[in-house]
């Protein structure tokens, strides 16, 4: 939409909210971290405010109720008793747990999860599009920051159009 002095409000940018950008929280010794008021809005805007985390790579997974509920269905649709399947299963949806925000938009992170995630007090919020990811800044930082040469968007660039062609073969 474009007012009348010109400008371009912030609607016409974002077709519908996502969960994008990295912000840093401290989450404290009960496991209670807060949200970013970003992701609460997506949440509040696009789902309502329940919350499923679940264990990723180096860190934990959170979807919104939704999301995690098509992923499950996704998963039902491939073979039961394929060892990858189960494999897969056993390691996010057993893991997985209602997380509800709180009146202060904090959720908290279970001890279990906590350990599995190596979460200690300094928490990076990642947003993923659909869902965001819960790590440790300092593993985040020493796995995704690199030094110099160390990493190229290029090459992943060109490796997700590698994969963009694959899906069209």
């Known amino acids: 939409m474009v007012s009348i002095s010109g400008e371009i409000s912030r609607g016409e ?51 919104p109720l939704e999301e995690w509920e098509e992923l499950e269905d996704s998963l039902q649709k491939l073979p039961r008793f394929s060892p990858v399947v189960k494999k897969y299963k056993r390691m996010l949806v057993s893991t997985a747990q209602e997380c509800p925000l709180d009146s ?4 908290l992170v279970p001890p279990e999860l906590r350990a599995r995630g190596a979460l200690k007090d300094k928490i990076l919020f990642v947003g993923m599009i659909d869902s965001f990811e819960v790590w440790d800044r300092d593993a985040y930082m020493k796995k995704y920051v690199p030094e110099d040469g160390e990493f190229s968007i290029s090459e992943i660039e060109e490796e997700l159009h590698n994969l963009t062609e694959k899906t069209r073969e």
């Not at 989450?27 to 789902?47: E, N």
């Not at 202060?104 to 959720?107: F, Y």
């Open 104 to 107: 202060q938009g904090r959720i």
């Open 13 to 63: 940018f974002m077709k519908e909210p996502r969960f994008r950008g990295q912000y840093s929280h401290a989450m404290d010794k009960k496991g209670r971290v807060s949200i970013p008021v970003r992701f609460r809005d997506t949440l509040r805007k696009k789902y309502d405010e329940q919350l499923i985390l679940s264990v990723g790579e180096g860190c934990l997974v959170a979807y």
